[in-house]
């Protein structure tokens, strides 16, 4: 047994010159050896601090011991009673906000933690590879409408069917997965991955029927007719901008619409695929999430000769992944720190040309316990850009909530749902994810879903109780 | 699938599709769209739904063609199937009683307007429509406008079938003979810039129909906003009509032109492969 090693086991990554030039994924992966090594390094703790810090409360020591243990269809085994989507959340969790943060490896000051989600990933693709016979389940439980087919839906759909209900998904686009078809770039996320964690949970009984916009194509009454109960995961859905002038010139974009043009229609393979993107040289991107660096990495793999982040707070308050934004710097990503957009400024066709910004400086902290930016007079300047691209987040799309008043919202439209249960005002009607919380993590949309199988079950089962009495 | 049931030529390039879609030939009303694709590799098409038939869960789609994709769908046979639709998008036109109303329709735009056409008619309207094209062998729809109007106008550019001119001269006279409550103008954005103009002079509120580029057609992505009364809206869902005065025309114009390098070089290529 080697002496454990301080750092985590590092895994193989495209190198950057390389990478900027392809939407190949960024991580490769570990192999069993790397594994094994790195799962060696846990400390199999009784009262396991990460386990309550997992969204899906995972048996994380549980699964690590059965890979240095060399087992890894028992690692799969464990995985699987928690998630239905593993390599999806082995590559996109913030763990290092959620388990790894709270590893107690990684609470004496020389060591990281152990490398939680990369091992994740390990199993479940070695899953992906070795898949399981799949076991015949009866549906007869009764019957569970799923809206939406990102995290959340798919999480409860995977759930529901395994306790033995008959589900159908609902999906508005063409292809399922939701932000994780459309959002969420290859290079961080092989479409390839989503579709087989997709599969594997169409082949426990899920039927997913895409091109279905709830409201439009079928209606809430209609579902309601049909089902014993429905689980809203839809998203939040809707792009936000700035709103400031001269967001109507070509070249502006909100991120939703960069990213589903890449990811979605493969724009990057444009001509091949039909989908175009226009060609850019200087990209602007604003916002400091985890979209902002998504869309500022594809820009530059789209050829963009210079890629610049503007954040209206400093870096200390940047809320992308740390991962993420390393992995931004690597690949030539400029940032202007505590910098905020004020005018598109218009060439002679209507096309942009620059970004006027000005400088902030941050004052006392908001509601949010963060300080709030000012913006400091005097000190604008012009940012050269033929693309800006606004990842500053959503809100909630009304195309379904409009066609069904019955269903609670909140002052911001998402819908209201109770914490513990997804339990809407409409008996029957579940809904979690960023239609409920506003735009959040994957797991934590997952957790959510998990939440509601467990909450359909028990109301289905209540309801047939009292109605054969 | 959705499987195309009958494909005719109206004109040289404009083009008329009966596809199977039963769910959405149930819901689909006056004013609303499908997003089509033709295969895997395909664009998202937005085009408008010119009729309904409920009972054979049928669509009627009239497009011209201006680019690949729209190229491509003329290609496609009977029998043969698109592989995504979706729908029925966009909010529906008001149909209601209004009094007299004005309906104005250029070249494929046409085919979105005939459903309004009908419904108005069908709700009580004095229907009086104006149809136009370049020439006589380009204007569509004429007798099923007929049918459904109680007057009909005829409009060619060179004059070779109806009055010579533009449509707007033909809508100019008809406010100055009697009141119209209601207008609509559905056509190229040029046109229904000047048909708003028009209208706004005789002061009769006019709808217009915005067919901006759209990627999801759900309120997903933003691409298809256009500035409505200095606001964003966003013309999938909020839309496509919306009243002609707030329109920022030029805004809309430019951003329709958005990708016009891309489109030429993919027609071209797709041309260039037909004829090898
Ligand atoms: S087309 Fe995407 S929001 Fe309208």
Redesign the interface.
Known sequence: MPKRSYNKTPMREQAPEVRQHNFKEVALGYNLQEGQLEASRCLQCKDAPCILHCPVMIDIPGFIKQIKEDDMEGARKVLNRYTNLPAICGRVCPQEKQCEMVCRLGQSKKFEPVAIGKLERLVADWSLEHPEESIEITHDKGKVAIIGSGPSGLTAAGDLAKLGYEVVVFE???TAGGVLT?GIPEFRLPKQIVQKEIDQIVAQGVKIE????VG???TMDEIMEDFDACYIGVGA???H?M?IPG?????V??S??YL??INL??GYE?????????PAKNVVVIGGGNVAMDSARSAKRLGAETVTVLYRRSQEELPARVEEYHHSVEEDIQYNWLTSPVEYIAGD??QLVGVKCIRMKLGEPDESGRRRPLPIAGSEFVVPADTAIEAIGQGA???MLDTFPELATNRWGYVQADENTCATSVPGIFAGGDIVTGAATVILAMGAGKIAAKEIDQYVQNKQVTTTV | MFKITERTALTDNEYQIWLEAP??AT?AQPGQFIIL?IDE????IPLTICEADASAGKLRIIFQVIG??TAQLAQVKTGMSL???????GKPTEIKNYGTVMLVGGGVGIAALFPIVKGLKQAGNRVITIIGAKSKNLLILQEECAKYSDELILVTDDGSLGRKGLVTEAMADVLQREPINQAWAIGPSIMMKFCTKVATQFNVPIYVSLNPIM??G??????C???IGEK?K?AC?DGPEFLGAEV?W???I??M???HP??V??YQ?YQVKQVH
């Open positions: 508005a686009l063409q459309y895409t091109d279905m916009v439009k194509t079928i859905g809707t792009p901008f709103g967001t109507d010139l070509t070249g974009y909100a939703s619409e589903t043009r229609m493969h444009f001509p091949h695929y039909d989908t175009p993107l226009q066709h209507g799309n009304r195309v | 769910r959405i819901k694709r590799q395909g664009e998202r690949k994709s592989l995504d639709v979706v729908g029925p998008l990627v999801d759900t309120g997903m992505c933003g691409g906003r256009v500035t964003i966003f869902v920022d030029d805004g809309f430019q951003r032109r958005q990708y891309e489109e070089t993919a290529a």
